[in-house]
């Protein structure tokens, strides 16, 4: 009887894992983008397409980059773009190099954190408004990539967006729905350029942001140092003065974006790198090096026993996070202790495989959100950039300098605040803790794929999955990221997307898992990623290209 049960459990295995496996594949209406010369993915067929226009114009990977960002920033003003801040990955073709280049910047100098939780009457309404900006480091990145890499003039890789804001574009019901749900908080400057007679824009309508298009112009005439001392960054400050922000001159003068060795472990037969500390990407291949020890091919994509195996995995990566994330110069991660294979096969086997173990470390109840946008790059010389970037929430702080266009960050409220002087908490001065996780894999010592999401703190937990969907499962670019996800939320909560079966989910509860079904539209993150194949001669011959079904980006090759 036993071996009858066996072989029945056996079966129900196979056949959950295949109907799962079929589901993915089934459930995007998307087909992989391919090309010969290049290819780019970005959540907005404009920014996509300026970024071809670079490569088509001779142009390189890190060019297109620059200009893909900033399209982004007009026809995405509420995700990212030069009032913010993020983490570029890219992969240097000449000298076979990957090299992380932080955006995050440093937390204002005059920052008290005390002003973001309890007692303070307000601490809820400081994470959101002006007391939450951050130094923004964005167009210091984007000029450090151009120097060092890109070989186009500086002003022509701000020309489309120059000429997007100024014309302006159609919005679709996305950028509306996010255009709704914040127009009450804009202050009146802002309204009249997402407004018609005092109602915020509705879908169809043009959104023309012409004082953005002036604050490109000087960005594309005088390069980075307009925000960091020059005029826009006057501006800027002169805002945070009236409004009581922390953020002073003297934090933009000091600002500079930072190039930093990446960190990376082998899983299977690949190699997979992110971003170092001061990210806090680490937990991502801590979640992977503890899938390592388990079959997870074998048990069924996305079946019980992978999932249950994997939420486990990812509560303890979080707490990870919490423990130990710090600024490389002041309290590095122990990362040669959590990326090993010692501690991988210890944690592992304090995993129970039955039931699910609570959260026990005091958590921030931190909610996931798309508030932040990726995109990804590749040349024909096989050049690569993985880059994620964000305002923070949607619109960030709700403050925009008068006459610049420029939505400002809210970074600090992405800190831990509790308990007061935890690794994570806002401390004046030190490097701002991004969690963004972009990521390119080498595999036969060449890079095979790049990719990353948005997504706040589920970011490092839907990246492996998308991993391993690729080398465990096969899934080409387009159906690992469309495949359904699950993420832990603080305290002790799983989001499961609704594409999983609601059989597993059920099981899922009764192994002791508290489950929030994620409805549609949207999902956990919004991602974006390419794949790369090679010649005889170890030269690109063919891009694939992928682009998350959860949003309504475009990825195109040619």
Known sequence: MGNIKAIMFFFTIISTGFFLFSLTIGQTSRKPAEGIQGMVSSSHPIATRAGLDILKKEGNAFDAAVAVAAVLNVVEPMMSGIGGYGTILIYDAQKSEIRFLDSSGKIPGAVDSDVFRKPDPNYLENRRGPKAVSTPGNVNAWEAMSKTYGVLEWSTLFQKAIKVAEEGYIINGRTVRMIQSAFKTFPEHAKSIYGNKGRPLKKGERLVQKDLAKSLKIVAREGAKAIYGGSLGKAIITEMRQTGGFLSLEDLINDKAEWWEPIHIV?????????????????????????????????????????????????????????????????????????????????????????????????????????????????????????????????????????????????????????????????????????????IIIRDGKPWAALGTPGGHTIGQTVPQMVMNMIDFGLNIQEALAAPRVSFIEPDTIAVEEDIPENVRNMLIKMGHKIRVIRKPGGLGNAHGLTIEYGEDGKPIRFIGGSDPRGSGLAQGY
């Not at 096969?345 to 946008?373: C, M, V, W």
Request: hydrophobic share 30%; net charge negative; glycine share 8%.
């Open 267 to 439: 899983y299977r037969d690949c190699e997979v790198y992110t971003a170092s500390p001061p990210s806090t990407a680490f937990p991502s291949l801590i979640r992977l090096g503890l899938m390592t020890q388990f079959e997870v091919s074998r048990m069924g994509h996305n079946s019980l026993e992978a999932l249950h195996r994997f939420i486990e995995v990812t509560k303890h990566a979080f707490w990870c996070r919490l423990q130990y994330a710090g600024d490389p110069e002041v309290n590095p991660p122990p990362l040669d202790h959590l990326l090993s294979e010692k501690y991988w096969e210890e944690q592992a086997r304090s995993i129970d495989l039955e039931k699910a173990r609570p959260f026990a470390y005091p958590g921030s109840n931190e909610e996931h959100t798309q508030h932040t946008t990726h995109f990804v790059v590749a040349d024909s010389g096989g050049n690569i950039v993985s880059a994620t970037q964000t305002l923070g929430n949607s619109f960030g702080s709700r403050i925009m300098p008068k006459g610049t266009g420029i939505w400002l960050n809210n970074s600090l409220a992405y800190c831990t605040f509790e308990p007061k002087g935890n690794p994570m908490d806002a401390h004046a001065g030190r490097r701002k803790l991004s969690g963004d996780c972009p990521t």
